[in-house]
């Protein structure tokens, strides 16, 4: 395993007191808070995020005239098609959109592009489908700000579009009555990460302000009952968990844990999540299976799930995510081992700075997690393709920290016939023939902005702390600090000189038991894929994340080894 690098928050130590003294925090707590780059006038409201300080939803361009719009069509008795998008982020933004305006007695549809026959977005084919179908108004979430063409087909066939997504914008804007989206000129810093989603959630807010401003009758709404599809979607698409995306999940995941929702409550169940809920099971039970029906089936199957009346429907529909989610998993393993038997064949992998593996048989609903997989094992940007029905390369891409994908892809551009996305994450697809060039062009183009000894993982270390800082005060405190997540990760701290006291087998690969600082003070601590035999021999230098362990209705303090360094 490669040497991973411990990058230091490098705050000096005047800032940390200033921090401690604004937000009347520990020294270890301060230390976080700084990793974060938070002045000390903005951790307070860190500290405590409540609803009432999210931003007014008019101050979102285009939210306003979104609303107006909307309630246009609910008056005129218009019928409104919700066009999303097939995973978690999209079908949480359709639910919640479908639901505000139906309580106030709008006539909704909606429709989900399935991965393989429809592609992805708003496209020309779904509007010719909305006008066949005799829709008034079309409202896209989470899709449509780079649809320039799809929207002039609507605008042409007389079909009011409006266009609500997160993603960047291209050099042209698509038509619409309203466009709504976060990354657009004037909107507020602290909404250029939602999601979309979250995008959705600022929209009905406009909407339901709207209509109290206007004193239009409608059904009696309490937003806040929507918060659990806002932390699903959000916690989903890997956006920053800071500003207003911090409050959203932070008071989400308490409506997400109330299960009030038959779907909501069957998903759980057969996810096996416990009290309480978290990112981590949103990331890794939840979200899985509510991706897995767009990956491998109809992602309508998912939709209909979060908004099942009954416990009957939703638990059929919960088994089906699950078996969806199994299915995943196998097609997912099988790939891998094609991607690993393709790298074997590279040579040196010391000295090559890309992965670019290709299968003509892999499934295209589980390319972007492969590609997720190998870069998180290599340390590299990794592109991984399949073949569509026309024979032409289609696939993900993900990248790594210092890397934008999208500036690398448009430098590899004349080797693409297309390509999106994130600084992290793209998709993108070419010609079969262009292949080799594209795997080349990519490998010289990332060897001009990063050199081998920089393709190392890191480790961000919040600081050095004594255990005996790790004191009841300072894990209430850790609690405040969450929900965790992209953007605000676990902490990680660095104690030096640091004995086992204890080394006992957990289960058949882990380590547990208690750590003894140089100070003397000493803490519980778990050590997940490390054997006792496994571990080097002690003192040690020691990168740790300290957590709550929760078990039987009760939290016990304790760190886990992250990285571990023989002083011996």
Request: include cysteine; aromatic fraction near 6%.
């Given at each position: 395993?490669?040497e991973?690098?411990?990058?230091y928050?490098?705050?000096?130590?005047?800032?940390?007191?200033?921090i401690?003294?604004?937000?009347?925090?520990?020294?270890?707590?301060?230390?976080?808070?700084?990793?974060?780059?938070?002045?000390?006038e903005?951790?307070?409201?860190?500290?405590?995020?409540?609803?009432?300080?999210?931003?007014?939803?008019?101050?979102?361009?285009?939210?306003?005239?979104?609303a107006?719009?909307?309630?246009?069509?609910v008056?005129?008795?218009?019928?409104?098609?919700?066009?999303?998008?097939?995973?978690?982020d999209?079908?949480?933004?359709?639910?919640?959109?479908?639901?505000?305006?139906?309580?106030h007695?709008?006539?909704?549809?909606?429709?989900?592009?399935?991965?393989?026959?429809?592609?992805?977005?708003?496209?020309?084919?779904?509007?010719?489908?909305?006008?066949?179908?005799?829709w008034?108004?079309?409202?896209?979430?989470?899709?449509?700000?780079?649809?320039?063409?799809?929207?002039?087909?609507?605008?042409?066939?007389?079909?009011?579009?409006?266009?609500?997504?997160?993603?960047?914008?291209?050099?042209?804007?698509?038509?619409?009555?309203?466009?709504?989206?976060?990354?657009l000129?004037?909107?507020?810093?602290?909404?250029?990460?939602?999601a979309?989603?979250?995008?959705?959630?600022k929209?009905?807010?406009?909407?339901?302000?709207f209509?109290?401003?206007?004193?239009?009758?409608?059904?009696?709404?309490?937003?806040?009952?929507?918060?659990?599809?806002?932390?699903?979607?959000?916690?989903?698409d890997?956006?920053?968990l800071?500003?207003?995306?911090?409050?959203?999940v932070?008071?989400?995941?308490q409506?997400l844990g109330?299960?009030?929702?038959?779907?909501?409550?069957?998903?759980?169940?057969?996810?096996?999540?416990?009290?309480?809920?978290?990112?981590?099971?949103?990331?890794?039970?939840?979200?899985?299976?509510?991706?897995?029906?767009?990956?491998?089936?109809?992602?309508?199957?998912?939709?209909?799930?979060?908004?099942?009346?009954?416990?009957?429907e939703?638990?059929t529909?919960?088994?089906?995510?699950?078996?969806y989610?199994?299915?995943?998993?196998?097609?997912?393993?099988?790939?891998?081992?094609?991607?690993?038997?393709?790298?074997?064949q590279?040579?040196?992998?010391?000295?090559?700075?890309?992965?670019?593996?290709?299968?003509?048989?892999?499934?295209?609903?589980?390319?972007?997690?492969?590609?997720?997989?190998?870069?998180?094992?290599?340390?590299?940007?990794?592109?991984?393709?399949t073949?569509?029905?026309?024979?032409?390369?289609?696939?993900?891409?993900?990248?790594?920290?210092?890397?934008?994908?999208?500036?690398?892809?448009?430098?590899?551009?004349?080797?693409?016939?297309?390509?999106?996305?994130?600084?992290?994450?793209?998709?993108?697809?070419?010609?079969a023939?262009?292949?080799?060039?594209?795997?080349?062009?990519?490998?010289?183009?990332?060897?001009?902005?990063?050199?081998?000894k920089?393709?190392?993982?890191?480790?961000?270390?919040?600081?050095?702390?004594?255990?005996?800082?790790?004191?009841?005060?300072?894990?209430?405190?850790?609690?405040?600090?969450?929900p965790?997540?992209?953007?605000?990760p676990?902490?990680?701290?660095v104690?030096?000189?640091?004995?086992?006291?204890?080394?006992?087998?957990?289960?058949?690969?882990?380590?547990?038991?208690?750590?003894?600082?140089e100070?003397?003070?000493?803490?519980?601590?778990?050590?997940?894929?490390?054997?006792?035999?496994?571990?080097?021999?002690?003192?040690?230098?020691?990168?740790?994340t300290?957590?709550?362990?929760?078990?039987?209705?009760?939290?016990?303090?304790?760190?886990?080894?992250?990285?571990?360094?023989?002083?011996?």
């Amino acid at each position: 395993m490669d040497e991973q690098i411990w990058v230091y928050d490098t705050t000096p130590e005047s800032k940390i007191a200033e921090i401690m003294e604004a937000g009347s925090v520990s020294r270890a707590t301060a230390r976080i808070l700084a990793s974060r780059k938070l002045p000390p006038e903005r951790v307070e409201a860190f500290l405590n995020p409540t609803l009432s300080r999210l931003f007014d939803p008019y101050l979102l361009p285009g939210a306003k005239a979104a609303a107006e719009r909307l309630w246009q069509a609910v008056r005129n008795g218009e019928r409104i098609l919700i066009h999303g998008d097939y995973d978690t982020d999209g079908i949480t933004a359709t639910a919640l959109t479908a639901w505000v305006l139906r309580q106030h007695g709008a006539t909704v549809g909606h429709f989900l592009p399935h991965r393989i026959d429809d592609g992805y977005g708003l496209t020309i084919e779904s509007v010719a489908k909305a006008v066949e179908e005799k829709w008034d108004l079309m409202l896209t979430v989470d899709c449509g700000i780079t649809s320039v063409e799809a929207a002039q087909a609507a605008r042409e066939a007389g079909i009011d579009l409006i266009v609500t997504d997160h993603h960047m914008p291209g050099n042209e804007l698509p038509w619409a009555v309203a466009l709504v989206d976060p990354k657009l000129p004037d909107a507020p810093a602290g909404l250029h990460d939602l999601a979309g989603v979250g995008v959705a959630f600022k929209v009905c807010h406009a909407f339901l302000k709207f209509g109290r401003e206007c004193g239009f009758d409608g059904g009696e709404v309490d937003l806040r009952e929507g918060l659990d599809l806002v932390a699903l979607g959000t916690v989903a698409d890997i956006v920053p968990l800071l500003d207003e995306n911090r409050i959203l999940v932070k008071n989400g995941l308490q409506t997400l844990g109330r299960q009030q929702r038959p779907g909501i409550h069957a998903l759980c169940e057969i996810a096996r999540t416990y009290e309480p809920l978290t990112t981590g099971d949103i990331t890794y039970r939840l979200a899985p299976r509510l991706n897995a029906a767009g990956r491998m089936g109809d992602p309508g199957d998912s939709l209909r799930l979060l908004e099942a009346d009954s416990m009957v429907e939703a638990t059929t529909l919960a088994r089906r995510l699950d078996e969806y989610n199994r299915e995943r998993q196998r097609i997912e393993e099988e790939a891998i081992q094609g991607a690993e038997e393709q790298i074997s064949q590279f040579g040196d992998m010391a000295s090559r700075r890309t992965l670019v593996v290709a299968g003509a048989d892999w499934h295209q609903g589980v390319v972007g997690i492969v590609a997720s997989r190998l870069t998180r094992r290599y340390h590299r940007p990794a592109v991984v393709l399949t073949r569509d029905a026309s024979g032409v390369w289609v696939g993900s891409s993900r990248s790594v920290r210092g890397l934008n994908l999208v500036d690398l892809l448009e430098r590899c551009s004349d080797t693409l016939i297309r390509f999106g996305g994130h600084a992290m994450a793209a998709g993108l697809s070419l010609e079969a023939e262009k292949l080799p060039l594209f795997r080349e062009r990519f490998e010289t183009t990332i060897g001009e902005v990063l050199e081998i000894k920089d393709l190392h993982s890191h480790i961000e270390v919040c600081g050095e702390v004594g255990f005996a800082e790790l004191d009841y005060r300072f894990f209430a405190e850790l609690e405040r600090l969450e929900p965790f997540g992209h953007g605000n990760p676990e902490p990680v701290f660095v104690a030096r000189g640091v004995i086992p006291d204890r080394m006992i087998p957990a289960g058949r690969s882990h380590t547990r038991g208690y750590l003894r600082d140089e100070s003397g003070a000493s803490i519980p601590y778990i050590a997940f894929g490390r054997t006792p035999e496994t571990l080097p021999p002690p003192p040690w230098d020691l990168a740790f994340t300290p957590q709550l362990n929760r078990y039987g209705g009760q939290a016990t303090p304790q760190v886990r080894l992250v990285d571990v360094r023989s002083l011996a």
